[in-house]
């Protein structure tokens, strides 16, 4: 390495640092609000620390808005949604990848256009459909159109994974007699299982924040998400901001430990869903 | 080699496909028939539906007094947030291209807003733009500058609500520099063997293959950033006088609030023409800057 | 043989019993404000019903505020409507023009019912009574009064305090990081740290002073539109002008962020301030243990005395199955016994003209260490809602919602000075015709 290129580097990671700690702040300033009080929250010039880090707060806050609770209702819709998205992304993806068949061109273009269908233009008549057959309050609508195909970008990422797996070992467990079904459960999915993974994870974080779908489909308090649970407590009066703060830092705490775990899987997914597109 | 096309392949294929045909029917198609007949009526959702024709339209594009409004807010927060996204996210994954200590931790600290819940972000970044405790404000009177109000003055609103934005795309990120890393070395190293600096290397290698990214990144980050919400619903409001008042919102305003569901879909099917037809024009004009390995 | 008659005999009666007393369910919504703990309090009260009789059983479906609208337009949507529920004042009339709420004519005997002024109303059927008298006051900080040696807000609408008068109160009580008030010399505007006087900008609340001035956002009458008129607009300056000209109120966006309205009067934050009587049990009542002393007054007049009255109304839905036991309930929630903590806790006031016939049955729930003063509080409230208290138009109106979004759409730049009052309503007054003629109850 050149001198020049040293003293480059050490000014990029200079840099970096500093972009990367402002991108750091607002992180900082929720956690640490939600350890003071509310007056001290109000005091200007703002403090940079509490002065005494008020635990109670968590129990406080968990006393008035129960964060489980709200969780696991998330959860509750989050995990079926995951197993569906799964489930039949990976199966189309591979009957697109795998297999012939009549007018498997059309479909494959109708379903990538789909992937442009901005979600927010048919909220109406979903909504009306639901109502129809009576279930438009609850979780069902929620988690049914993970099953229907699991969102296209998934099953365009899964194809475009397959394909770049020889057929080798499919020909053979075909010609030892072994289904579709078991080629492909058996066989291919231990070997795609990264991008299984970064799916599942994008899917979590899909459901996990997502407020519109709630809004509309969940009627009783009991049954809110935590999403939605959180932009109620902060549209009240007089606001508590402590405890919206406290509220916040538990809701992000899930995804970001999700993220710790599997780091190396999201990278990799959003490179994947990058490059191939 | 192509799997041999027999009967049973093509009924298990369908049989395969039957989940994806079933959404592609039912979450795309029909709902957007259904845009369109809901849109042709008055319905309120709660009384029977009136047949109305194109009056919706004509009251859209006529007397209606939140569609422009509407449209201007959209138009200029998403522009806003995806170029300015697109070159703070490209900027930060030129710097993290480098061997710095550090890296793969930096590159985790970019990546982490994009995991925060939209309402997340929303809270606490509403309180750091608060007027009279905000800790922007507090920087801004340590160097003299009278105080902002962020999120209500007409001028600040919607930039504060593109910074946050942008704060989140770290996976505009993470796609950047994984393009970046495969640019292939041999072109970098044709430059420098021919004379060139850092400069040449950028402008005649690095962003005609980093083409295809962008274009990707702008694309998708065009639609989803024209579908904004939540900092409208939770947030602003629409405020001040209709400034953040984002298409998306005003849709769920007037069907789901106001009970003006004709309104609302015909709103939204002007809605998805825009997207798609800007969708269209992205994707023409991209064969003029865009640039190919092969070519 | 004889055995098994026995035992069908048995069953047949044991089954006929139990139908004959099982319970008639209904469902009764309502929301909380920003916690479920506040739903908590609701459950009591149903609690409080369901033990009180056998026939009916009522559940609770709790909302929050924010989501209301959209919940119960989600359900009439599906037509899953709850039997009862609380309405949303501004879209209630709109349901009933839709026909989906009960007539609730012939629930009450003539003396038993609610007072007229808490009547909403469509084609001459009352379709629910509010479930509290709320109208709109004036609160002050007593010892920053006695500091500034300013009088008192009055306390009875004989002697409401002119515009000029509440203005020139205020500018008193104003004072910037400096001490200075707007009347002294080198006041500085941007750093005000006492504001005299905050005139609630709500959307629904300011017209209040339109139509003290005659004007207002439409006839009682629902026919005529009175927000164009140059009286309304002349109120809706006045009102922008405590901020841009006198000084004396903070920015909108500066109010959006305060806290509650007792922290404010508490902290000296703001002097006085006008909102509704909810706010004794709701906000100010927390701050008296940190030695609130404050005062509750009549609202300032143009041309003469008014208030507004409003409370969200107690509704049965016309789906609903069991229509007589929704209607039972709700003639149940109305009765002030049933509500008494809420009453005498300062966020409620009585619904019926009996707990207003002298003051003996006043001070049974007006006279307590929550609410202000009697003496005060008997003029200045409940005086004034008796008798110098008009309709918010959501009483009578089809979706007051659109209209008063519409007509507050742009007001913002009212308020922060960048447009007056007078160009701002012009500008918008075609459109605000066309969607009142609309709507207008026909």
Not at chain 1, 27 to 37: E, G, L, Y
Not at chain 2, 270 to 293: D, G, H, N, R
Request: charged content about 15%; some cysteine.
């Amino acid at each position: 390495m050149t001198r020049s290129n040293k003293g480059m580097n050490i000014l990029v990671a200079l840099i970096v640092a500093v972009i990367g700690l402002a991108v750091l702040f607002p992180f900082f300033w929720m956690v640490r609000s939600s350890f003071m009080s509310n007056i001290e929250i109000h005091k200007y010039p703002p403090l940079i620390l509490p002065t005494t880090w008020r635990l109670d707060n968590y129990p406080y806050t968990l006393s008035v808005f129960p964060s489980l609770r709200y969780m696991v209702n998330s959860l509750t819709i989050t995990i079926p949604s995951i197993l569906g998205v799964l489930l039949t992304s990976t199966l189309a993806a591979y009957a697109f990848a795998r297999l012939d068949f009549p007018l498997k061109r059309l479909w494959f273009t109708l379903i990538i256009g789909s992937m442009l269908m901005p979600g927010a233009v048919t909220i109406i008549p979903i909504f009306v459909a639901w109502s129809a057959v009576g279930l438009s309050n609850g979780y069902v609508p929620l988690i049914v159109p993970a099953f229907l195909g699991g969102f296209a970008v998934n099953i365009f990422l899964c194809r475009q994974f397959l394909m770049t797996i020889p057929r080798d070992l499919d020909e053979a467990a075909i010609i030892d007699g072994a289904s579709h079904v078991r080629v492909l459960f058996q066989i291919l999915a231990p070997l795609i299982r990264p991008v299984l993974i970064a799916i599942g994870l994008f899917t979590f974080i899909l459901y996990w924040n997502d407020i519109l779908g709630p809004l509309i489909y969940i009627s009783r308090n009991e049954q809110n998400t935590i999403s939605q649970a959180l932009a109620n407590f902060r549209s009240g009066f007089g606001t508590d901001w402590k405890s919206i703060m406290a509220a916040s830092c538990m809701a992000i705490t899930p995804p970001v430990l999700l993220y710790f775990v599997g780091q190396k899987y999201f990278i990799e997914g959003i490179v994947l869903s990058g490059l191939k597109a | 080699m192509k799997t041999r096309r027999t009967r049973g392949t093509t009924v298990t294929a369908y049989l395969f496909l039957t989940p994806a045909l079933l959404g592609l029917f039912f979450i795309t198609i029909f709902p957007m028939i259904g845009v369109i007949a809901i849109s042709l009526t008055n319905w309120t959702g709660l009384e029977p539906p009136v047949f109305t024709g194109l009056g919706n339209f004509r009251e859209i594009f006529t007397t209606d007094f939140y569609f422009a409004k509407s449209v201007a807010a959209t138009l200029y927060f998403a522009l806003g947030a995806v170029i300015s996204g697109i070159i703070y996210a490209f900027t930060v994954a030129l710097l993290l291209n480098r061997k710095i200590p550090g890296r793969g931790f930096w590159r985790s600290v970019f990546f982490i807003p994009y995991i925060v819940p939209s309402i997340g972000s929303c809270i606490v970044w509403s309180w750091m733009y608060e007027s009279n405790f905000g800790v922007f404000n507090y920087f801004l009177h340590l160097v003299g500058i009278n105080k902002i109000q962020w999120l209500q003055s007409g001028t600040f609103a919607v930039p504060s609500l593109i910074v946050m934005t942008v704060w989140g795309m770290g996976s505009m990120i993470v796609i950047f520099l994984a393009g970046l890393q495969n640019v292939p070395r041999t072109y970098l190293e044709a430059v420098e063997i021919d004379g060139g600096n850092t400069w040449h290397k950028f402008r005649h290698i690095t962003i005609p293959m980093m083409t295809p990214v962008i274009f990707y990144n702008f694309l998708m980050s065009m639609i989803t950033n024209l579908q904004v919400f939540v900092p409208a619903y939770a947030l602003t409001k629409g405020e001040p006088s209709g400034r953040s008042l984002f298409m998306v919102f005003l849709i769920y305003r007037e069907g789901f609030m106001q009970n003006n569901f004709g309104h609302a879909s015909a709103l939204s099917l002007i809605f998805f023409i825009f997207i798609a037809a800007l969708t269209a024009v992205i994707f023409a004009t991209s064969k003029k800057w865009m640039f190919y390995e092969g070519e | 043989m004889k055995k098994l008659k026995y035992v069908l005999a048995l069953a047949f009666v044991l089954i006929a019993a139990s139908a004959f007393a099982a319970k008639i369910e209904i469902t009764y919504m309502a929301w909380y404000n920003t916690t479920e703990s506040e739903a908590a309090d609701i459950q009591k009260t149903l609690d409080k019903f369901n033990t009180s009789q056998d026939k009916i059983h009522v559940t609770m479906i709790a909302v929050s505020r924010a989501d209301y609208e959209t919940k119960l337009n989600t359900m009439a949507a599906a037509k899953q409507l709850p039997d009862t529920c609380i309405m949303a004042e501004p879209m209630t009339i709109r349901y009933a023009a839709a026909g989906l709420l009960a007539d609730m004519g012939g629930v009450y005997k003539p003396d038993e019912a609610p007072l007229k002024s808490l009547a909403f109303t469509y084609k001459g059927k009352t379709v629910g009574y509010s479930c509290a008298d709320e109208v709109l006051l004036v609160y002050y900080n007593k010892k920053m009064f006695d500091d500034a040696k300013v009088a008192y807000p009055p306390a009875s609408a004989d002697k409401a305090w002119t515009w000029k008068e509440f203005v020139a109160a205020a500018k008193k009580l104003t004072k910037d990081q400096n001490g200075k008030t707007p009347n002294d010399a080198g006041f500085d505007p941007n750093n005000i740290v006492t504001f005299g006087a905050d005139f609630n900008r709500l959307s629904w609340m300011w017209p209040v002073l339109a139509v003290s001035n005659g004007g207002g956002v439409m006839s009682p009458d629902g026919q005529r539109l009175l927000i164009g008129t140059p009286e309304s607009i002349e109120a809706l300056q006045a009102i922008a002008d405590l901020y841009v000209k006198d000084h004396v109120a903070p920015s909108i966006g500066d109010k959006n962020n305060m806290p509650s309205l007792d922290v404010n009067l508490l902290t000296g934050k703001v002097a006085m301030a006008t909102s509704g009587q909810w706010e004794i049990g709701v906000s100010l009542k927390n701050s008296l243990k940190d030695g609130l002393v404050y005062g509750v007054g009549v609202l300032p007049k143009m041309k003469k005395a008014v208030t507004y009255n409003t409370g969200g109304p107690f509704v049965a839905f016309g789906s609903s199955k069991n229509l007589d036991a929704a209607k039972a309930f709700v003639k149940w929630m109305s009765d002030e016994s049933n509500g008494w903590d809420l009453i005498t806790g300062g966020i409620w006031m009585p619904v019926s003209a009996k707990w207003y016939a002298n003051e003996t049955v006043m001070r049974k729930w007006a006279d307590n260490d929550i609410h202000p003063p009697f003496a005060q509080y008997k003029t200045a409230v409940i005086d004034y809602a008796m008798k110098n208290a008009v309709q918010v138009p959501w009483y009578y109106f089809p979706s007051y919602d659109k209209l008063d979004t519409l007509i507050n759409s742009g007001i913002t730049d009212v308020w922060n000075g960048n447009v007056t009052a007078k160009d701002y309503i012009n500008g918008i007054l075609p459109q605000v015709q066309k969607l009142f003629d609309e709507n207008r109850p026909k």
